[in-house]
């Protein structure tokens, strides 16, 4: 769902964010906190959230603006596909989070894996790279691109971690209600179409 508003507010806080990296002058320097500051207070105007946590979440980094990273690990067991329940809304997901610096997408996928459903995985191959904006998921104050690699068990077991309160496998028409921030309906089914040809090529926006 694409908000008119956030979308503007986004691209504000963006063009801000560049510019405070980039520019020597003193005065446009200003202008760029007033716009970063504008940013702040369309996004006030429309949510619950106060300006100090927006500040924190949506308009407090520094250097040239790039989409952040979502990274997920989908792991087959015959035919049916690992998903967490997250702490965070209690509903399911892939098990995943945020890129790390300093490592690899497959790196990031296998620890996500691990330490939210206790499985030890192997990363096989990248299945899908889309872009959050052109898929159902809840409106959302950054720019997302979320990747999905496909994972294969080699030890370890179900044990739930720090965000995650259980941990199970489900089937296509048994799926329990999905944590639509992290992953939609549409996207898993896709995904299981990995698992039943594997020569499907990537997935991509």
Same mark, same amino acid.
């Given at each position: 769902?694409?908000?008119?508003?956030?979308?503007?507010?986004?691209?504000?806080?963006?063009?801000?964010? $560049?510019?405070? $990296? /980039?520019? &020597? !002058?003193?005065?446009?320097?200003? =202008? #760029?906190?007033?716009? +970063?500051?504008?940013?702040?207070?369309?996004?006030?105007?429309?949510? !619950?959230?106060?300006?100090?946590?927006? +500040?924190?979440?949506?308009?407090?980094? =520094?250097? /040239?603006?790039?989409?952040?990273? !979502?990274?997920?690990?989908?792991?087959?067991?015959? @035919?049916? *596909?690992?998903?967490? &329940?997250?702490?965070? @809304?209690?509903?399911?997901?892939?098990?995943?989070?945020?890129?790390?610096?300093?490592?690899?997408?497959?790196?990031?996928?296998?620890?996500?894996?691990?330490?939210?459903?206790?499985?030890?995985?192997?990363?096989? =191959?990248?299945?899908?790279?889309? @872009?959050? &904006?052109?898929? $159902?998921?809840?409106?959302?104050?950054?720019? *997302? /691109?979320?990747? #999905? %690699?496909?994972?294969?068990?080699?030890?370890?077991?179900?044990?739930?971690?720090?965000?995650?309160?259980? *941990?199970?496998?489900?089937?296509? !028409?048994?799926?329990?209600?999905?944590?639509?921030? =992290?992953?939609?309906?549409?996207? %898993?089914?896709?995904?299981f179409e990995y698992g039943k040809n594997p020569e499907l090529p990537v997935w991509f926006d």
């Open positions: 769902m694409s908000l008119k508003w956030l979308d503007w507010a986004k691209e504000m806080q963006a063009i801000a964010q $560049a510019g405070l $990296a /980039y520019t &020597k !002058d003193v005065y446009d320097e200003e =202008r #760029f906190e007033q716009l +970063r500051n504008l940013s702040i207070a369309i996004m006030q105007e429309y949510t !619950d959230a106060g300006s100090d946590k927006i +500040r924190e979440l949506f308009a407090d980094e =520094r250097g /040239y603006p790039t989409p952040k990273v !979502d990274i997920r690990g989908v792991i087959f067991q015959e @035919d049916s *596909v690992l998903l967490v &329940k997250e702490k965070a @809304d209690g509903a399911w997901a892939l098990p995943g989070g945020w890129a790390d610096i300093g490592l690899s997408p497959a790196e990031v996928a296998v620890k996500e894996v691990r330490e939210e459903s206790g499985y030890e995985v192997q990363a096989v =191959r990248l299945l899908a790279v889309l @872009d959050k &904006k052109f898929h $159902a998921h809840p409106p959302s104050p950054h720019h *997302v /691109y979320k990747m #999905f %690699i496909h994972c294969s068990i080699v030890g370890g077991g179900a044990k739930t971690g720090v965000e995650t309160s259980e *941990v199970g496998f489900f089937k296509m !028409d048994e799926l329990p209600p999905l944590s639509e921030e =992290r992953n939609t309906k549409a996207q %898993i089914a896709r995904l």
